[in-house]
């Protein structure tokens, strides 16, 4: 097959970044694209030393802007659309959420029309399916369950429409009269090294003696490596290039799990920072009902307030929901269609974030030591 070129949008974030690394040993690349908003400057520095490998063009833009999007698409085979905002506790206001997550994917749409991008990989959410309640027990959930969140809320909102807009947009007409061809993944929560969820976790605990928060004892999830989610996005891509593969993926939506056991949220960074002294906070949490209701009080609080002071209460209903439910997903059908499995055990990926996180310990320490000496 000619060489081809590859689009990740949001390709400088945690889940991009791997995208990029895996698709370096895909076969006839011959120029991957990357376009975030801003790039950190290690991401920066990583990126150029794999231009000794590949052409790797780093566009630094908005996901907003007409003209940047047709540029980056300009000439691309494939288009990996990871860019978004992630925001569960609503810290960064509805219109921005909703204008980068759902308006972006629609214009990015429209530029591969109009550059004649035939294959469409878009990262989207197990929030897009919920969870709606933490009182409802869903496991082993599977895409035939067609689950799908109530929420209001931006991020699972914007994620659920955007989603929409990439499935419908499969078949569409392309400028040079080829046919666009779309698929959305939807990983569970996301670990792994460099997970700005964990960092920002540990980091908190740090601050406080090792004691991690414990907001989620009562969820049960099943969460998923990153490495592992960066793979499902190149089994898609190359199951949407092969014409013998494509026609079962096109317009599809896949789960992405991987073989970490179901656990809450609370005893996976316990496991990855237990080894580095981190522990559990030991005092007796807020059962869910209450927390929920205490969210639903400060919603209000915030709400009336709003036409004088914009208050953003440090915790909402789709919030307590997301960290007190019991809700896994199978992922049979990217098996079956995409031919996924996935490339690290959780024995694998937990060494290698429990590495990560041992990093980060370190470099508390020796900041720490700076600062008093
Ligand atoms: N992290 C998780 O647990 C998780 C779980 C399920 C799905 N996802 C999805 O995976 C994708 C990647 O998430 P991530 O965890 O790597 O998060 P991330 O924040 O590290 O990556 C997102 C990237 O998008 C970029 N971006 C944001 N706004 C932009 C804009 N206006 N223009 C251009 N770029 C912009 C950011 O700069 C960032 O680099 C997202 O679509 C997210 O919804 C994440």
Redesign the pocket.
């Known amino acids: 097959m000619a060489g081809w070129s590859c689009l990740v949008?949001?390709?400088?974030?945690?889940?991009?970044?791997r995208i990029v690394h895996l698709l370096l040993e895909e076969k006839d690349l011959q120029e991957i694209r990357v376009?975030?908003?801003?790039f950190k400057p290690e991401v920066r520095e990583e990126f150029s030393k794999l231009q000794s490998k590949i052409k790797l063009t780093m566009l630094e833009?908005?996901?907003?802007?007409e003209q940047c999007l047709k540029g980056a698409c300009q000439g691309a085979s494939v288009v990996i659309?990871?860019?978004?905002?992630?925001d569960v506790v609503n810290a960064v206001g509805r219109e921005t959420v909703m204008?980068?997550?759902v308006k972006?994917t629609q214009l990015l749409l429209e530029a591969c029309v109009q550059a004649s991008v035939p294959v469409f990989i878009h990262?989207?959410?197990?929030?897009v399916a919920g969870p709606n309640s933490y009182r409802e027990v869903i496991q082993n959930a599977c895409e035939e369950d067609r689950l799908e969140t109530a929420w209001s809320a931006p991020?699972p909102l914007s994620?659920k429409l955007a989603e929409k807009a990439v499935l419908e947009a499969n078949g569409w007409a392309l400028q040079n009269g080829g046919t666009l061809h779309t698929c959305a993944l939807?990983?569970?929560?996301?670990?792994g090294e460099?997970?700005?969820?964990i960092f920002a976790h540990m980091n908190k605990a740090l601050e406080n003696n090792g004691v991690l928060t414990h907001n989620s004892k009562f969820s049960r999830v099943n969460?998923?490596y990153?490495g592992n989610?960066a793979w499902a996005h190149i089994l898609a891509l190359r199951a949407l290039r092969d014409p013998r593969k494509a026609l079962s993926v096109q317009g599809q939506f896949y789960y992405v799990a991987d073989d970490t056991p179901p656990q809450s949220y609370d005893d996976l960074n316990y496991t990855l920072g237990k080894e580095w002294g981190f522990c559990l906070d030991s005092r007796r949490s807020l059962p869910p009902s209450l927390r929920y209701w205490l969210a639903f009080l400060l919603e209000i609080v915030s709400f009336l307030l709003s036409p004088i002071y914009n208050y953003q209460p440090p915790f909402n209903r789709h919030f307590v929901t997301l960290c007190n439910s019991v809700f896994t997903v199978s992922y049979k059908k990217a098996q079956r269609d995409l031919g996924y499995e996935p490339l690290f055990t959780w024995e694998e990926a937990k060494q290698k974030t429990k590495a990560w996180v041992g990093s980060l310990v370190k470099q508390h320490k020796e900041a720490l030591k700076t600062k008093t000496h």
């Not at 460099?194 to 969820?197: A, D, E, I, L, R």
């Open positions: 949008t949001g390709g400088g974030g945690f889940l991009g970044q376009l975030d908003k801003v833009g908005d996901i907003l802007d659309h990871t860019a978004s905002i992630i204008k980068v997550n972006g990262t989207s959410s197990i929030e991020y994620k939807r990983p569970m929560y996301i670990y460099g997970s700005p969820f969460p998923v990153v989610v």
